[in-house]
């Protein structure tokens, strides 16, 4: 018996334990770095979305796709966090005269934006 085949109807490699042909993980596995947001919809996908999550798991794409969330929130945070900065007129000026404000208002704009990307990207 060979140690390894490839199925080519779907492309998954099957390694030989004992006797049964279980799905094998690629030789070199894909490895990009995962931040918070990645974090979060990985809880989510373990917790409510099971079936989404095993089928990542076996193809070998989750982290990719946890890699590829991660970045697209990380950027969408970003840009909600500036264009509401901008929108509410939250200036250089502020920050160097009023501090404390400048902070109050940037923990409320950053706290909204954290809101909205969860429930758009996050747990979606």
């Given at each position: 018996?060979?140690?390894f085949?490839?199925?080519?109807?779907?492309?998954?490699?099957?390694?030989?334990v004992?006797?049964?042909y279980l799905?094998?993980?690629?030789?070199?596995p894909e490895?990009k770095?995962?931040?918070?947001?990645?974090q979060?919809h990985?809880?989510y996908?373990?917790?409510?979305?099971?079936?989404?999550?095993?089928?990542?798991?076996t193809?070998g794409?989750?982290?990719?796709?946890?890699?590829?969330?991660d970045?697209?929130?990380?950027?969408?945070?970003?840009?909600?966090?500036?264009?509401?900065?901008?929108?509410?007129?939250?200036t250089?000026?502020?920050?160097?005269?009023?501090?404390m404000?400048?902070?109050?208002?940037?923990?409320?704009?950053?706290?909204?934006?954290?809101?909205?990307?969860?429930?758009?990207?996050v747990?979606a």
């Amino acid at each position: 018996m060979e140690r390894f085949i490839t199925d080519e109807r779907t492309g998954l490699r099957y390694g030989l334990v004992g006797d049964y042909y279980l799905i094998a993980g690629d030789d070199k596995p894909e490895c990009k770095p995962i931040g918070v947001w990645g974090q979060w919809h990985l809880r989510y996908l373990k917790e409510h979305r099971r079936v989404l999550y095993a089928n990542l798991l076996t193809i070998g794409k989750l982290n990719s796709h946890l890699a590829d969330i991660d970045q697209q929130t990380d950027e969408m945070f970003d840009r909600l966090t500036k264009q509401m900065a901008a929108a509410e007129g939250l200036t250089e000026q502020l920050k160097t005269t009023d501090q404390m404000e400048w902070v109050r208002r940037m923990n409320s704009i950053r706290n909204r934006a954290m809101e909205i990307v969860k429930s758009e990207m996050v747990y979606a």
